[in-house]
């Protein structure tokens, strides 16, 4: 029964540095670090009924309470230059993939019983 | 800009006519008004937005237009009107980039647009203004 359980240690041995790999791969979004990086959200995002005027005049959207996947999709978007807006192209094009990571955190958790 | 011009006619009538007379004078302009108004500002409308959004959109983005299907698509239910017509117009013009939402916003017509627009908009969410 030796050679199976050294086969499953070489398994499981595996399977943890693939892993461990990959955690380290991934960005973790942390919210409380958003809170030294949101000056330049808060501008537009924070302000109700506001309105960005260039290049044309339409309400921002209101991000928070949308998902920490597609905040951060929206983010590197606006990096990548797959979305326009010149205004957010500036500022995504300032932020590393933490930063965007953070920001998406702290805007996913909207209030409970927010909305209107 | 027609029901104005009557509205005035009707108004210099005024003289001359019983009140009884008036009241449907003035009755008959401001229906005039809301119909002229209604054709120049091409308005929404939420019933055919609401079809039109249960036909298209709600296979991803949720019945209630809050409980997208992936957690990389947006929620729509309460996002400003004004917003959501301009995603979908960027869309449609490839200046927001995303395979899917193009296909889907080049299927719709402006007042389609307009109409699923305003219809997420009139939706209960829970997108708040946080500063």
Known sequence: MKAPKFATAILLAASMSSYSVWAADAV???ADAARAKNSMCIGCHGIPGYKASFPSVYSVPMISG???KYLENALLAYKKGDRA??????IAAGLSEQDMA???AYYSMAPAGAGK | MRGLVM???NGGMRLQMESGTFSAAVVGSVLLATISFASVSEAANLENGKAKAEQVCSACHGKDGNTPVDPS???LAGQHEDYLRQALTDYRSESRKNAIMAAQAKALT???VRDVAAYYAS????LIVRK
């Open chain 1, 28 to 30: 973790q979004g942390n």
């Open chain 1, 66 to 68: 949308q998902s920490q």
């Open chain 1, 85 to 90: 807006h010149p205004t957010m192209r500036g």
């Open chain 1, 102 to 104: 953070d920001l998406a």
């Open chain 2, 7 to 9: 509205a005035k006619r």
């Open chain 2, 73 to 75: 698509y947006p929620r």
């Open chain 2, 110 to 112: 402006k007042q389609e």
């Open chain 2, 123 to 126: 939706l209960p969410g829970q």
